[in-house]
Structures are given as C-alpha cells and as structure tokens.
C-alpha cells in the first residue's frame, strides 16, 4: 500500500491549508481514513479520522477548524485546516486502518504555522 500525501507548506496564523492523500496497491478494504500529526518533542496524535460508513472524530483541538472528508470509491482522504494556529504545526500524517486493523502511514507532509 502507498500513501502519497500533498498540500504542507508555511502560512501565517490565521490562515488556511488543505492536505491530501490518495492510497494505492493491493489491500484489504479500508475502514479508517485520517490525519495524525506530530510536534517536535511530542508524541504522534490523531487530528482526524473518517470511518466507511461517514463517521467523523476530531481531536478536541481542532473542532470547528478542521474538516476531514473522504472519497471511498477513490480511496482518497482531505483535511481542510481554517484558523489555523502556530500550535498547530507539526509533521501531518495520512493513516489508513484496513478492516484486517493493518495500519498504513504515509511519508508524512510538514506544516508550519508562523505567528
């Protein structure tokens, strides 16, 4: 499986990004599609996931400024990041959880909030 993830960058407090990512390869269905992240010196946490069925979890931190949406036929997931603070940056992650709970992780996309 291939995670390819697009969409980190540097933008100022305040201001908005949208990350990607499309997985490809051979596997099992997929049942979680989402975005963890990880700050230097901090352990990697979950931002957003979306469950087959519609079922969305955020991090408490993100509520109201993230939105995570999927494409289950395309097999592709989005965060669209609003309002975002210099808390919020750290390496994002795309993971997908396989209905075998097999976890795949992409290469990992940086974003960086300046304030």
């Known amino acids: 499986v291939q995670l390819v993830e697009s969409g980190g960058g540097l933008v100022q407090a305040g201001g908005s990004l949208r990350l990607s990512c499309a997985a490809s390869?051979?596997?099992?269905?997929?049942?979680?599609m989402g975005w963890y992240r990880q700050a230097p010196g901090k352990q990697r946490e979950l931002v957003a996931r979306?469950?087959?069925?519609?079922?969305?979890n955020y991090a408490d931190s993100v509520k109201g400024r993230f939105t995570i949406s999927r494409d289950n036929a395309k097999n592709t997931v989005s965060l669209q990041m609003n309002s975002l603070k210099p808390e919020d940056t750290a390496v994002y992650y795309c993971?997908?959880?396989?209905?075998?709970?097999?976890?795949?992780w992409g290469q990992g996309t940086l974003v960086t909030v300046s304030s």
């Open positions: 993971n997908v959880q396989t209905v075998q709970m097999t976890n795949y």
């Open positions: 979306s469950l087959s069925g519609g079922y969305t």
């Open positions: 390869g051979s596997y099992f269905s997929i049942r979680w």
